[in-house]
């Protein structure tokens, strides 16, 4: 085999969140699965209307699907032992619209039987091409750079590129709730939103969460002596 020296290139691009996930489980416990079922699609169906009038729009509302399934301990305690959940995924691009609409389903669930959860999902995180193109870019020079350093200090020089092996990218963290290093979701458990003052906004616009993406490339230069 011919004489070669093998590098790692690096470089890393920024992705930034372009839409948030929110699965909103609905929850009806009830003696019957009949009732229990027609109760949470009344439900689902209520709480579409409350999203769409509190600023969702239709394109950001997906169907989630139904689970039936009835309690072990519901004939001992003889107490309702049918649950139906219905969920709704709800996805926006804007924070500042998604929170005040999830926030609005609360008051539907006003009867005891019935509760909801809310669970951030990861984010779509998104970069333009152009900013992906510069990455890779820069990791095949950040290579050659590494390899000019080995060659002069192994007194030889780099002849040609033998090959080159693109590795898995290194993804970052966000920090954002539903992303891996906080370890799940954001749970909204029935809790109504705080009241503001009508002089405070009613939700900060804040610049949108980012992460690092590592870009990397193997690469194998054939050398020669000087």
Not at 24 to 48: D, F, G
Not at 133 to 155: D, G, M, P
Not at 161 to 189: F, H, P
Request: aromatic fraction near 8%; glycine fraction near 6%; charged fraction near 30%.
């Amino acid at each position: 085999m011919k004489p070669y020296i093998e590098v790692v290139g690096e470089s890393k691009f920024i992705q930034t969140v372009k839409e948030y996930v929110a699965d909103i489980n609905i929850i009806v416990r009830a003696t019957k699965s009949e009732t229990a079922v027609n109760e949470a699609m009344n439900l689902r169906n209520s709480c579409i209307e409350t999203l769409l009038s509190n600023g969702l729009q239709k394109s950001e509302i997906k169907e989630g699907g139904i689970e039936i399934w009835r309690d072990w301990f519901a004939r001992r305690k003889q107490k309702p032992g049918k649950e139906a959940s219905q969920k709704i995924i709800a996805t926006c691009e804007d924070i500042a619209r998604l929170v005040p609409a999830l926030s609005a389903i609360e008051p539907l669930f006003e009867n005891q039987r019935y509760t909801f959860t809310v669970y951030m999902r990861q984010p779509v995180f998104s970069a333009s091409e152009e900013v992906q193109e510069k990455a890779r870019s820069e990791a095949i020079q950040n290579a050659i750079s590494h390899a000019q350093i080995l060659a002069e200090t192994a007194n030889v020089e780099i002849k040609d590129v033998l090959q080159i092996e693109e590795i898995s990218k290194i993804t970052g963290y966000s920090g954002v709730y539903g992303d891996a290093a906080v370890g799940g979701g954001w749970r909204m458990m029935g809790l109504a939103a705080e009241e503001s003052s009508e002089d405070d906004e009613s939700y900060a616009n804040l610049d949108k969460a980012t992460r690092n993406i590592k870009v990397r490339y193997r690469v194998r230069f054939s050398i020669k002596s000087k």
